[in-house]
């Protein structure tokens, strides 16, 4: 069953990958361009040999909203790993704030809030894979 003929796990994972894919682009396009509202201290990533947040928007993009929008197409499409996919691409997302949380602790609410997201993601993505037995 395709995640759009029905599958409520799979739908449930494509809207939520998708939904952090696009607040990982939006972020990531705000740190890069110095956004008003995205303004970080960049003493944050000073220890990184950075002195703007230009390449962690990049990274933000690439390397969440990227993962993230291919789980969302898989889970939508209903391909056979589609659960895998958003899995790993939740685990990615808690590894980045595993390693925001090292280099600065725990800075702004969205932090938890997208904890929560990538647990989510993980957590519905792991009960899809049992129900479909993949």
Do not use: C, K, N, Y
């Not at 990049?58 to 589609?82: D, F, K, T």
């Not at 996919?85 to 390693?99: E, F, M, P, Q, Y």
């Not at 997208?114 to 049992?130: C, E, F, M, N, Q």
């Amino acid at each position: 069953m395709r995640g759009r003929d029905g599958d409520p796990w799979l739908l449930a994972l494509a809207g939520l990958d998708a939904l952090i894919a696009l607040l990982a682009v939006w972020g990531g396009l705000e740190l890069a361009v110095g956004a008003a509202a995205f303004q970080l201290p960049t003493e944050w990533i000073a220890p990184l040999g950075l002195r703007s947040w230009l390449l962690p928007g990049i990274a933000l993009i690439a390397l969440i909203g990227g993962p993230m929008a291919v789980a969302a197409v898989a889970s939508w499409q209903g391909i056979r790993h589609a659960a895998a996919t958003s899995i790993a691409a939740g685990v990615i997302l808690l590894g980045w704030l595993a390693l925001q949380f090292v280099l600065f602790g725990l800075q702004v609410p969205v932090q938890i809030i997208t904890a929560v997201l990538a647990l989510a993601v993980v957590s519905i993505g792991v009960v899809a894979a049992r129900t479909r037995h993949v």
